[in-house]
């Protein structure tokens, strides 16, 4: 008789991949760097470059947990959480049930990425537990799918890190890009045309596969868990909270008219944010229960971040990233330096998992 060993793949932890990744930049900057000294000075070299580099992106890196703390906040607002319940009682129909999600994650993506992806994320769950109460079928694992569709469109839209930060007055990439206005990124019209068509072609595809995908009856453990909106209040009236959120809206309304060459970039979406959640939640009670609650979704960025500014520590330094970039622009001309541009960009976005 033979026996059959079942096989596990699993994802590792993405710690355990931003480790690996700074010592494969390590090794590449050893090799291909121009910079550091002969022999073991050179890995010494090559260390003191890391940590040049691991605290270059602090502020970044807050800018970023904000924009995710925030978004998570209003997702579990209650306002978003009556408009989730409302959707979910879509499951019964499971083609247009999919389609739904998917329309939601990606517009709501080209809001704002941390807001989509709970968003997104609560609808399926509300809509499985909904589909499960009456009995209907669904394709669980296609919705599931279709809420993290934002991460295909996010990018382009206003949350977009890096074209916010080429945006920003005294960026950290200030001296080698300037400022970049966001009419020439995400108001750009190829932008505008990229993201009309994925509007289109992301839910088509998820109805073509709702539509030729398997439909089952939710598990019942599914009824046993219980959202972390559950223990929100839900009666919302303006208040307290409200009043400084609108006064935060009419400061940056003032400061945009102050200064008129002033460029909206990611200080100013995560005030708006931050108005948008004093102004949506009730008192704050049911405000610092929200935080708790979507604090843990941003100790991937606290962690993680100053080893990403490391490997860009040692590719700056060591002289790698500018080989990197040679070796794109040797076999470039004026018409295929946009493309290997693009290629260059995705090259170093594998040892810097960022959208920045």
Known sequence: MKLHREIRLSIPDPMILALGLSLVTMI??????????????????????WTMGFWDLLSFS????????????????????????????????????????????????LINWGL?????????KKTAIQAKRSGFAINYPLMGSAAYLCMMIWHGG????????????????????????????IFSPMNITATALLLILLPLSVWFFARKGKNEIPEDNLLNQATSLKNLNKNW???FLSFFGILLLIGL??????????????????????????IVFPNVDTLSKATGDAIGSTAGIIIQFPLY????????????????????????????????????????????????
């Open 28 to 49: 590449l900057a050893l090799v291909f760097g121009t910079n550091q000294r002969p022999g073991i000075l050179g890995a010494a070299d090559v260390l003191s470059y």
């Open 237 to 239: 009236r303006p208040g």
């Open 116 to 124: 989509a992806l709970v968003l997104g994320a609560v609808l399926v």
């Open 309 to 356: 500014a490391g490997i860009m520590g040692i590719m700056q330094h060591s002289g790698l990233l500018s080989v990197m970039t040679d070796w794109f622009v040797d076999i470039s001309n004026q018409h295929t330096f946009p493309l290997f541009s693009f290629f260059s960009a995705g090259l170093v976005n594998l040892f810097v998992p960022s959208g920045g």
């Open 253 to 278: 309304v003032f400061k945009i008219i102050a200064h008129k060459n002033s460029s909206i970039g990611l200080n100013e979406i995560n005030l708006i944010l931050f108005s948008f959640v004093l």
């Open 62 to 109: 807050m800018q970023m947990v904000l924009i995710l703390l925030l978004g998570y906040m209003l997702a579990l607002s209650p306002a978003l959480d009556n408009l989730s319940s409302i959707l979910a009682k879509l499951g019964n129909k499971p083609v247009l049930g999919a389609v739904i999600i998917s329309v939601v994650a990606i517009v709501v993506g």
């Open 158 to 185: 206003l949350s977009g890190s890096a074209p916010l930060s080429v945006s920003s007055e005294n960026h950290f990439l200030i001296a080698k890009t300037g400022i970049i206005p966001l009419s020439s990124t």
